[in-house]
């Protein structure tokens, strides 16, 4: 029985089994003879673009391979520079002929007679053709590189606490002890020793920058943020609809989550909200969802089959599989995620687990993006399964919504899946705060010359603005390095506001949940098997809601939300 679970690598189509995708001669000439091809009729050309996204599924499993063991062992140099090499020798080849290959098929007459679908996968290639610069290929290669010091000086990260070695990730825990003593001597621990790498942190994005704003120039564009916009393939909004998207948390959701943290401040009887009383629980128990990482999966495959049996039977497959790698340890890479595996038709999930509610919503968040690989294996075109970042987080920000009712897998007590499931709302909610102020904090880097100084202080500025009922008083030179802590601004540029977006989705996906599960769960899979056959607008109307981020439409959420939390308070 376990056999029939494991995860297979699927039968090439046009390529042997032996193809090795590593090899650099092996996929150079794979490359050359695509580009080589006598396309003499709109069923060549169908051929044409399967062969190369074959091609482009093995070459990804092998990156992703050298990826998970490069984050998995951080402390290991082998695994970082055998994932480097791969990205130099091979990666930048097949960056080069994507261009050539996305021209060859763009200037076929027979892509004309494909109709359909084919036209926004023209526009894909169109917009793809146009901002592609030869030049910048060597920058992509060392963007790479400069940017995996940022993991490493987090992975490297430790603080003794309480006569105990704890990693970054791990003082979370703290955090949500009863003793406040405690939480405050945590959360400045933490952030001091964020504080002192931030010199060496500033370095490393100084470079960055240099690099991304070179790119941006080679393109022939003003800024980087432009360029990047444009790069993620966001045709669907505008530099200015994401900036009213700004201002519609600010002037909605803010308001909201001061009124939260005032009921907060009430019960924990606090004259002041400091920002380490945010995560303590209020009734002073912390939430325990599972003692050991077994438990933590075989919960997680039970809540996922409540939603609908294949998603709790795509989990148990990973498991048998071993595709998951959750626990916390040292010389881990920070954070958690999804990396599909095209050729076995599957993922792996990679995360920190310590033992926190939190644990259990990342999983569940992560265990989208993996049905969501699952449920595009069937599209043979490489650029349909290239889903951009709007339409992946959906997915998974909405099954964390989707699996919430089904809590009571890890907690029994009535209490505690109350505070669960306020937990995951309320945490939906507080979260678009934040996600405003790393993509305002992009912004602002990127159409400015502001020096380190400049930036830190916007950032702190910033983050006064967005306040939540938090006292930051006597602690403004921790606000200045806050951002260091997210991993995006140094990995992956711009890709965050994408996650303000998707939340908002998810919402409207859980209140149509709410009203009708079964119908719901129907679109959540006819939207997850399109890919990105359609622009965002169109797949968000296929999951059933709207692509809205006015400030009415944000209200109309935010209602919703709140009656919800009513209800649980």
């Not at 679970?5 to 390529?15: A, D, G, S, V």
């Not at 703290?174 to 002192?196: G, M, T």
């Amino acid at each position: 029985m376990t056999d029939d679970l494991i995860i297979k690598k699927r039968p090439r189509k046009y390529f042997s089994e032996s193809f090795d995708g590593s090899n650099k001669d092996e996929v150079l000439h794979a490359l050359k003879d695509l580009l080589n091809e006598n396309i003499e009729t709109s069923e060549k050309l169908m051929n044409f673009l399967e062969k190369w996204g074959e091609l482009a599924d093995i070459i990804e499993e092998v990156y992703a391979f050298k990826y998970i063991n490069m984050t998995r062992f951080m402390d290991k140099k082998e695994y970082v520079e055998d994932f480097q090499k791969f990205y130099s020798d091979v990666i930048s080849v097949a960056m080069q002929y994507d261009y050539l290959l996305k021209k060859k098929y763009y200037e076929s007459p027979f892509k004309d007679n494909l109709g359909g679908e084919f036209n926004h996968l023209n526009r894909i290639v169109e917009n793809a053709i146009k901002i592609f610069r030869e030049e910048n290929i060597p920058l992509f290669i060392k963007e790479e590189e400069i940017s995996h010091k940022y993991g490493e000086a987090i992975a490297k990260l430790t603080i003794n606490f309480n006569g105990e070695e704890k990693t970054f990730s791990q003082m979370n825990v703290f955090l949500k002890d009863p003793n406040r003593s405690v939480r405050e001597q945590a959360w400045l621990h933490k952030y001091n020793a964020l504080k002192e790498i931030s010199p060496y942190l500033s370095e490393v994005y100084d470079e960055l920058k240099h690099i991304r704003n070179k790119e941006a120039e080679n393109a022939n564009f003003k800024n980087y943020r432009d360029y990047k916009h444009l790069a993620l393939g966001r045709f669907s909004y505008s530099v200015e609809d994401v900036l009213r998207f700004h201002t519609a948390v600010k002037n909605v959701v803010v308001p909201f989550l001061k009124e939260r943290n005032e009921i907060r401040k009430q019960k924990l009887k606090l004259d002041t909200l400091r920002p380490w009383d945010t995560q303590v629980e209020i009734d002073n128990k912390v939430l325990k969802p599972f003692n050991t990482i077994e438990e933590f999966i075989d919960k997680s495959i039970k809540v996922l089959s409540h939603v609908d049996e294949e998603f709790g039977e795509n989990l148990l497959r990973m498991k048998v599989s071993n595709f998951l790698d959750l626990e916390n340890r040292k010389g881990k890479a920070p954070g958690g995620y999804n990396m599909p595996l095209p050729e076995h038709g599957s993922s792996f999930i990679f995360m920190n687990a310590v033992g926190l509610n939190s644990d259990v919503r990342t999983l569940l968040h992560e265990s989208g993006h993996s049905l969501h690989a699952k449920y595009t294996t069937p599209i043979l075109i490489r650029q349909f399964k290239e889903y951009p970042m709007e339409v992946a987080e959906l997915a998974s920000m909405s099954m964390e919504l989707f699996t919430v009712d089904y809590l009571s897998e890890f907690y029994d007590n009535e209490a505690d899946l109350k505070k669960a499931k306020r937990e995951e709302i309320e945490g939906a909610l507080s979260f678009l705060p934040w996600c405003i102020a790393v993509d305002s904090f992009q912004h602002f880097v990127y159409t400015t010359n502001a020096s380190e100084k400049e930036r830190e202080e916007y950032f702190a500025n910033l983050m006064e603005e967005l306040n939540t009922g938090v006292n930051w008083d006597g602690l403004y030179d921790y606000l200045k390095v806050l951002w260091m802590q997210q991993l995006h601004i140094f990995e992956v540029p711009f890709y965050y506001i994408e996650y303000g977006f998707a939340q908002l989705g998810a919402l409207a996906m859980y209140k149509n949940f709410k009203e009708n599960p079964k119908k719901t769960v129907e679109d959540y899979k006819r939207f997850l098997s399109m890919g990105y056959k359609k622009p965002v607008n169109e797949l968000y109307k296929e999951a059933g809601i709207e692509f809205n981020f006015s400030e009415d439409y944000v209200k109309s959420i935010l209602e919703f939300a709140a009656t919800e939390l009513k209800n649980l308070d």
